[in-house]
């Protein structure tokens, strides 16, 4: 089974390096770093991690978090596709975790923090609350079973993750992915996992404008239906 690892980075500097450094290599057969044309050393403090002729420094063409996830995962050769923050929010050591739910015969494989072992050390009141209600909302509607709809660390078996026809260019993929690939029947499963504060710097996310656009998202896919549709 190889292990595709994506990180999408804008002005992570003084954070890269350390990340790139915890990642678990002996299981991970290629890291891609794709930069929303960072202004800082993230560029510098990447590429010093990445191992040559195996991992891959890219840069994002089009504008927003899912562009990059979007054009990242058209060059992912491995068999599965993890998912995962430059900011050192998402601990790497889990890693070994969701690949094991995926050899275990899951195909969608979601990091969560509030289901029991699991905790956030850099939650707010704020991101807390929306969390709660817009994973309600996609439970309700779409009929899903999580418990931490916007974590969005996370992994997916390549071949699965090609049919999903995603399309989200923002944060919002992050609730796209997870309603398409309940309609697309693939087999679910959560892991406990403690976020950590970021390591530096602050989020790249509106909270108010992600979360306007994850609700749309939510209620668009709604009136597509079961069907995912083809682009």
Known sequence: MKVSLIIPTRDE???????LKE????????????DGHSTDNTVK????????GKDKFILQEKKGFGNALLQ??????????VIMNADGSHNPKDIPALLKKI????????????IKEGRSDDDTIVRFI??????FLTNLLHKTNVTDSLHFF?????KDLKKLHLISPGFELCIEILIR???AGLKFAEIPVVERPRFAGKSKVNALSAGWKILMVIFTEKLIGSRIPSM
């Open 130 to 135: 929306g969390n709660r209600t817009l994973t």
């Open 154 to 158: 996370t992994a997916i078996t390549n």
């Open 103 to 114: 050899g275990q015969g899951y195909e969608y494989v979601m990091a969560s923090r509030y």
């Open 181 to 183: 690939a309940h309609k």
């Open 72 to 81: 990242a995962f058209k060059i992912a050769k491995g068999d599965v596709v």
């Open 13 to 19: 500097s003084g954070v890269i390096g350390s990340v």
């Open 23 to 34: 990642v678990p290599r002996n299981i991970i057969d290629e890291i891609i770093v794709i």
């Open 45 to 52: 403090e990447a590429k010093a991690e990445l191992r040559a």
